[in-house]
Structures are given as C-alpha cells and as structure tokens.
C-alpha cells in the first residue's frame, strides 16, 4: 500500500516534470511554430538565475517563481526582438538562428558563472508515508505544473488576450484586419514562452547540479513530448507527458534507471510511427 | 578508410620525417612535465585542486634547484571532462610536446584512453588517483588507493556500524563496475548480504525513482561509489527525502572532490569513507602543506585526496629522477623499482616495486560539519588487490588491466 503509493508520486513527479519542461517549448513551437533549440538553454538560464539570486539573499520561492520567469522572459522579449521576428514563418532559419543562439548562451554562462557544477538545496524537506520516505520537494513540482496548466488553460480559454494569441497564430492576416497588431502579439507570446522554460529551469534547479551545458538535457525530452502531443497545446501536452511519465517511471522501477529512459525513446518511436500528427492528431481532436 | 599511393607515401615521408626530429633537442633546456586534467566541467571539483597541487610540488622542486639541475616546465592541457580530449591531447603531448613525463587522468577512463599511447610513445605515465584497482602496465605508476586498501578496510568499518544487508549505487563505467564488484565480494566476506545493486551513466541527476527502489529492499547500509557533480545531486536527495537518519551511507568516491564542503552539514553528516588523505589529519606535514598551498593560492584550502595524490606523485617522480641521474624512461622505471620511498600530506607512501601501485596509509573517515574527521588509521597497506594478479619483475612486458571475478 506504502508502496503504491510512492510509486504513484514518482510516477506522477515524472509526468509533471516532463509538463514543465515542455510547457515553454510548446508555446514557442506548437503555437507559434518556431523551433527553439535554445529552449534547454532558456532553462539552464533559468536555474542560474535563481542560484544567483538566492545567493544574493533573496527568498528561494521568490527566485523560482518569480525572479527567474521575469528574468528569462525577458531575455526572450530581446531574442525576439533581435532575431525571432525576423524569421517567423521560416521553419528552417528559426533552427538554424536558435541553435546558434543556444550556442551563445551557453558560452556566455561558461565566461559568468565558470564551466563548473553548482547547486542549491531543496528547500523542502522530506516526510514519512508508512515505511517510506519520500522527497516533499516532489510534490511541490507536482503542484507546480498543475497549477501551471489550469492558469495555461484559464489565459488560453477564459480571457480575452488568450483568444486573441490563438487567433493571431492561426490567421495573423486576419487578426491584422481586425485591428489587432499580429507582431505585439508574437512578441507578448514569445515572451511567455520563455518565462515558462525560465520557470521550469527554476523549479528542476534544487534538483540537479547545474552546468552551462545543462539545457541539452532538456531539449531532446522537451521536442519528444511536444511532437507527440500534436497540434493540440494542453491535451497534446498532457496526454503525451502523461504517456512518457508512467513508461519511463515503470522500467526504472522494473529494471533500472537506464532502461526507463531507453523506454521513453522506443515509446516515443513507436507511437509516432503509430500516429504521425502525434497523439491529439488523433485522439482529443479540436480540443484546446 | 582506403589508402592509395600517393597517400602512403605522403604519410610515410611525414612521420619519417617527425621520428628522424631529434628528441634530444632539450638537453640542456628545461625538463617536460605534461600535465592532462579536467580543469573545467563537471569533474572540475576533482580537477581544479590536481592541477593547483601540480603547480605546487613543481614549484617546490623548482626552488630548490631543480632537477639534474635542470628546471621543469609544465604543458598543461585541460580536457574539459571530455573523454574524447584524452586522446588529442595525449597524442599532441607525447609526439608534438615531446615531453619527458605526463601525470594526469582522472576518470579510469581517461587514464584508458591515454595509457596505450603513452605505452606506444615510451613515455612514462603517472596515474595519481584512487581508483579499481589492476593496472599491469611497466609504464605507468598509481600514487592512489585500490579496493583492496580502501574498500576492503571501509566495507567492515560501515557494516559494523549499521547493519548486513548492503544496496550498492555506482556510477556506470569501468571504475563504478569494477569496485561494486569488489564492495560484493567484500560484503560477502564479511558475513552480509548485497540485496541490490544499480549503475548510473554521468549524467544522471534525478534519483527519486532510485530512493524509493533502494526502500522496498530495506538495505541497513548504502554504497555508493558515485562519480562527478551530476551524481553530486543523489546526497542531495537522499537528504531532502528524509533518508539520512534512516539507512546509513558510505561511498568510495564522496569527498574526494571535497564535496563534503558543498553539501550542507544536514546533507553530509554521518556518511563514512576511506581514504590516504583529509584535511583533519594531524601531522606536521600536512600542517606545512596546507600553509603552503594557502600561500601560493592566495589563501585556498581545497585540496583533497586525489590533489594530494597528484602532489605524492609528482614527488615520486622528482625522487626518482634523482635518484636515476638522468632523464632515460628506463633508468627512471629502474631507480622507481628499488622501492623509492617520500613522505607527504598524506604520510609515507612508498613504490611497490612489482606493482607500480603504492603502499601508503588510509584512514577510516566520518563526515562531520563539512570535515572528514579520521575515526581509525590504518598504517602502510599494500595494494594486495593487484599484487595477487600482477608481476611487473616477472612479466615486464604485461600490458592488462586485470579485473575480479566473482
């Protein structure tokens, strides 16, 4: 009984880390359909800045949560500014212009903060279910991305700038003759695009040892889920990160670690073989 | 690859060419020591410190004139915790540098991939950092502890203080393969059980899953010969996770970086190790040798097991030369063969002649507010591990890395 249910929280922590990891990138590339592969990087600038900030004294929530998304969705708004804008529509370009990005920051974070392993503890501690420990800072990133995905679905459906983004993303030309400004638009989300992956650089930050190189970690799990998922944002989302989760969690409890992540990669393959517009090209059709 | 005429002859005329350059051309200049470390990225925790402990005893010999009155000049290469650089630069030490003695390697598999080049250049190879064990190889010499120094004497002094049934956590490569292999054998000896074992790749960070599998096998005491600052993250959890006053923990490797100084108190008390070297020993030589490392680097104090290693070595080497009176690989290997003995930080350490590995104390070791505070000593033990498979004066031409059976 114990048991199961620590399994069912690491299960549950796999899928919402993958949740995070994903939710910036499949703004960036489901929405606006520009393939950031500087997204890991967004995240390890994100983890760095919460280390640096809780250096500075500040409230570790306080880093996560709101220094490190600000932080990051502003480096974004410049790469926007500087570079995205100019290559929206051009699948290609963005790839090429993003890695080169990637690139940047991650030589930028080897001259700041040096090429070498830092950290900060998890601020939570652990507690006790029957026989079993297990880490408080799991269901804090458990929380995290639920919360995460309600206020996504909330801004997406329920408010008026969230049906103007999704407007503009499918018709911008119309969106212009309405009156409204597709490239404010593109440039505000853009912007939320990276805070979220500076979010979820933030929340994983107390959990692994951070190096500049740390991004490519991230990015190969992040377009596996957002691909899978297909053109629905949040079902696509959900469903594939809820997939990959419990495959992955599975065979690292079954045999080990390693396996689970081969596991990940062969289920990934077998299910874009299986359903090549991803999981909402199928099932979830016209769900937000 | 294909190789045509044209190609054959061009390369053939190349390396003739680099063989007929003659290699005496420094005699009379400044002796060669190449140095070969990961002085940047996630192993730079172990890194960093050698290369510090490197310049030091060099600096040191050069002030006190040299040898065969001769200065030495240090190439250094930092490899970046790339296994790939291992080879480039060792390749670009041996035949474009010309150096007379590299010191260097890390991870075992760094010193894998350095170690037949070095073989094949003649050049003479020094290994300074704990490790598996079983190297047989007359071009190399190991200053750090094998298992049967180290794990031999941790295993029983961890089990006695928690309990028999043991769970292993290595890191995945032929360091972390090879010693859980000899924490089962040891285990085994001493009456308790290894109820389970798993290995990580480097980059592994996340081990929430792995805590809660090491609980349903309920183990007394965990293992973990961990390796690097992403395996850093495991301590971290198993802290976080409320673990620490439960199952007790040893590792082979924690420390050796001085990761003691970056995990907090909370995170690092209680956790046992083994080792030649910890800043708490209290010897007049390592009093020195800490005033001394604070006065070259402005105040630092991060040396650690393997950087002191490095420093034994590299002493080695110096009394060596010596006592060879020359710069000849083999005059050198000869005079290191009579059991050449120095006195360091970390106590007397001394070449076994048949082994090349080191006689030398260790320590049994308990975190304690970011210390390793030494619980018992263990004076000069041999490396009987691969003395029991390795014969250098009988076999001087072995080229093998023997490994346990089980």
């Known amino acids: 009984m114990d048991l199961s249910f620590v399994i069912a929280v690491e299960v549950l922590y796999a899928v919402a880390s993958l949740v995070l990891i994903s939710a910036g990138l499949a703004v960036v590339f489901g929405m606006m359909k520009v393939i950031n592969l500087a997204h890991g990087e967004f995240m390890m600038l994100g983890g760095y800045t919460t280390i640096t900030a809780v250096g500075l004294g500040v409230n570790v929530f306080i880093a996560m949560l709101v220094i490190a998304p600000l932080v990051v969705g502003l480096i974004g708004l410049i790469v926007e500014r500087l570079v995205i804008r100019h290559l929206y529509g051009r699948l290609v370009d963005t790839m090429l212009a993003t890695w080169g990005l990637s690139l940047v920051f991650i030589g930028l974070a080897t001259m700041i903060f040096g090429n070498t392993t830092t950290g900060i503890s998890t601020p939570i501690p652990g507690f006790a279910v029957g026989d079993y420990q297990i880490s408080g800072y799991n269901f804090f990133i458990i929380v995290v991305a639920v919360v995460l995905v309600i206020a996504m679905l909330a801004v997406l459906r329920g408010t008026r700038a969230g049906l103007i983004a999704r407007g503009t993303m499918q018709r911008a030309d119309m969106a212009a003759a309405l009156g409204y400004s597709p490239d404010r638009i593109y440039m505000a989300t853009f912007f939320c695009g990276s805070a979220l992956s500076g979010l979820a650089g933030a929340v994983l930050a107390p959990l692994v040892g951070l190096v500049p190189t740390s991004g490519g970690a991230y990015i190969a799990k992040a377009f596996i889920t957002v691909i899978a998922g297909g053109p629905s944002l949040i079902a696509g989302l959900l469903s594939s990160a809820t997939s990959f989760g419990v495959v992955n969690q599975v065979f690292t409890f079954a045999i080990s670690p390693v396996i689970g992540e081969v596991a990940l990669l062969v289920a990934a393959v077998i299910l874009l073989r299986l359903m090549p517009q991803g999981i909402t090209g199928r099932f979830f059709k016209g769900k937000l | 690859m294909s190789l045509n005429r044209r190609d054959f002859l061009g390369r053939t005329a190349a390396l003739t060419t680099t063989a007929m350059l003659p290699t005496a051309v420094f005699a009379d200049g400044t002796i060669k020591l190449g140095s070969i470390l990961d002085a940047s990225g996630p192993f730079d925790a172990y890194g960093k410190p050698m290369d510090q402990a490197m310049r030091m005893a060099v600096s040191e010999i050069n002030e006190a004139g040299g040898l065969l009155g001769r200065q030495v000049e240090v190439t250094a290469y930092d490899t970046q915790s790339d296994m790939a650089l291992y080879s480039q630069y060792g390749q670009q030490l041996t035949r474009q540098d010309k150096v007379d003695v590299v010191h260097g390697g890390i991870l075992s598999a760094s010193r894998e991939a350095i170690r037949q080049t070095m073989r094949k250049t003649k050049t003479l190879y020094f290994y300074n950092v704990l490790y598996e064990g079983g190297v047989c190889d007359r071009n190399i010499f190991i200053n750090g502890v094998t298992p049967a120094q180290q794990v031999e004497a941790l295993v029983p002094f961890a089990m006695k203080n928690s309990g028999k049934k043991v769970y292993i956590l290595a890191a995945d490569y032929n360091y972390g393969q090879i010693t859980a292999r000899w924490i089962q054998k040891f285990v085994a000896d001493n009456g308790g059980e290894v109820v389970g074992t798993d290995f990580f790749p480097l980059d592994v960070s996340d081990f929430g899953s792995t805590i809660a599998k090491v609980q349903t096998a309920a183990p007394d005491l965990v293992i973990a010969p961990l390796v690097g600052g992403a395996h850093l993250s495991f301590f971290r959890q198993w802290a976080a996770a409320g673990m620490k006053d439960k199952i007790a923990l040893a590792s082979t490797t924690l420390g050796v970086g001085n990761e003691h100084k970056v995990l907090t108190p909370e995170e690092g008390n209680g956790i046992m190790c083994a080792y030649n070297y910890s800043q708490e020993l209290d010897t007049p030589e390592n009093a020195q040798f800490k005033e001394k490392w604070a006065a070259m680097f ?17 002493k080695t080497w110096a009394e060596g030369v010596r006592k060879a009176g020359s710069l000849d690989r083999m005059a050198i290997i000869e005079a290191l063969e009579t059991g050449i003995s120095i006195m360091g930080p970390g106590g007397k350490v001394t070449v076994d002649p048949k082994t090349h590995h080191a006689v030398l104390d260790v320590h049994l070791m308990e975190m304690q507010d970011q210390q390793m505070k030494v619980i018992e000593t263990l004076p000069q033990r041999q490396p009987v591990d691969t003395q029991a498979v390795c014969d250098l004066s009988a076999n001087p031409n072995d080229n093998t890395q023997y490994e346990i059976e089980i």
């Not at chain 2, 630092?300 to 590299?314: C, L």
């Open chain 2, 298 to 314: 402005d105040g630092d104090q991060s040396m650690h097991e393997i950087a002191v290693s490095h420093y034994h070595g590299i």
